[in-house]
Structure formats: C-alpha cells, structure tokens
C-alpha cells in the first residue's frame, strides 16, 4: 500500500512535458503494488469462510471490491471536479454570465466555450489545461493520502495473527506438548 501511495504522489509530479516513459515506470509500480494487494485480499476472505460457504465470500469480496471502486471514483472525481472549477474561475470573468457557469463545468466545457468563441477564445485554453494539471494533482495527492490512511489501519489492525485454537484442539496441542 506505500508503494500505490507513493505512485499516487507521483502523479502529483508529473507535467504536460513529462516523458511518457515516466508515466509507464508509474503505472509499471502501481500495477506490481496492487497486485501485492488484491491476490492476498482475495486469499484470506476466501479462506476466512468454510468452504460450503466460498460462494459468500466470493459475493461480498466482489460487492466490497465495486462499492469502494464506486465511492473512490466519486469522491476522487468530486475532488478534481472542485479543483478545476476553482482553478478556471478567475479566468472566466469576461466571459457573460450564462457561458461562465457552463465553461467552468469541466475541461472539455472551457475548452467547447472557448472553441465557440473563435479567437477569443484562445485565451481560455492555455489557463484551462494549466487547471486541469493542478486539479489533477490535487486529486493525486488525496488518493495517496487515502492509501497512507489504508496503510496505517493495516499496520495497526491487521498483522498477521495466530488463528484461535479449535474447539478440540487445544486437548491435542497439550497432549502434544507433554509428549
């Protein structure tokens, strides 16, 4: 889980003249990062559960998995959405007052706006890309901060513990033990 934080940090680093190798060597981590993540997830919320019971455990692995993928990219999404909108806002004063409220909407909002306006509107574009970057920077950096948060609940929550012993199991390890 560092290594995705990290990786969502890195993000927070990257410009429009970053080298796409870089950006690979990114996704490159991210991806052996969640790896690391996922399998093992899946392993123990399977093996948690008596095998009659795999089916269950599949079901609510799946429903966890798409309810935190829902919510992440909607609150991720919001994120960047009020980044944008704060970033572009001082510079759509001249626009009039109906067209304003629309080009601040998104990126491919300023940039249609400004595509209406012909050349005045060029003078949106450059402003409009330089606040898509710093929105998405924005929304990197709250990624890796959740991530770090993940990463602390596991560290304190979830070490590795030895199972409980079973009812019956405890006379055997006894005995086992005297002999």
Same mark, same amino acid.
């Given at each position: 889980?560092?290594?995705?934080?990290?990786?969502?940090?890195?993000?927070?680093?990257?410009?429009?003249?970053?080298?796409?190798?870089?950006?690979?060597?990114?996704?490159?981590?991210?991806?052996?990062?969640?790896?690391?993540?996922?399998?093992?997830?899946?392993?123990?919320?399977?093996?948690?559960?008596?095998?009659?019971?795999?089916?269950?455990?599949?079901?609510?692995?799946?429903?966890?998995?798409?309810?935190?993928?829902?919510?992440?990219?909607?609150?991720?999404?919001?994120?960047? /959405?009020?980044?944008?909108?704060? #970033?572009?806002?001082? *510079? &759509? $004063? +001249?626009?009039?007052? %109906? =067209?304003?409220?629309? !080009?601040?909407? /998104?990126?491919?909002?300023?940039? #249609?706006?400004?595509? *209406? &306006? $012909? +050349?005045?509107?060029? %003078? =949106?574009?450059?402003? !409009?890309?330089?606040?898509?970057?710093?929105?998405?920077?924005?929304?990197?950096?709250? $990624?890796?901060?959740?991530?770090?948060?993940?990463?602390?609940?596991?560290?304190?929550?979830?070490?590795?513990?030895?199972?409980?012993?079973?009812? $019956?199991?405890?006379?055997?390890?006894?005995?086992?033990?005297?002999?």
């Amino acid at each position: 889980m560092l290594v995705i934080a990290a990786m969502l940090a890195a993000f927070a680093t990257l410009d429009a003249d970053t080298p796409i190798w870089i950006l690979e060597v990114i996704f490159f981590l991210m991806g052996t990062g969640m790896a690391h993540i996922m399998t093992p997830v899946s392993v123990v919320i399977m093996q948690a559960l008596p095998r009659e019971k795999a089916g269950s455990a599949s079901a609510l692995s799946n429903t966890f998995r798409q309810v935190g993928g829902a919510l992440g990219i909607a609150v991720l999404g919001s994120v960047l /959405s009020t980044a944008y909108r704060t #970033g572009i806002e001082d *510079k &759509l $004063g +001249p626009l009039p007052p %109906a =067209l304003r409220h629309t !080009a601040g909407e /998104s990126i491919e909002a300023t940039l #249609g706006v400004a595509a *209406k &306006l $012909g +050349p005045q509107g060029k %003078a =949106l574009v450059t402003p !409009a890309y330089d606040a898509f970057l710093h929105a998405m920077h924005i929304t990197a950096l709250w $990624g890796a901060g959740v991530a770090l948060v993940g990463t602390v609940v596991v560290a304190l929550f979830l070490p590795g513990k030895q199972p409980a012993p079973q009812q $019956g199991e405890e006379e055997k390890e006894l005995s086992d033990a005297r002999s």
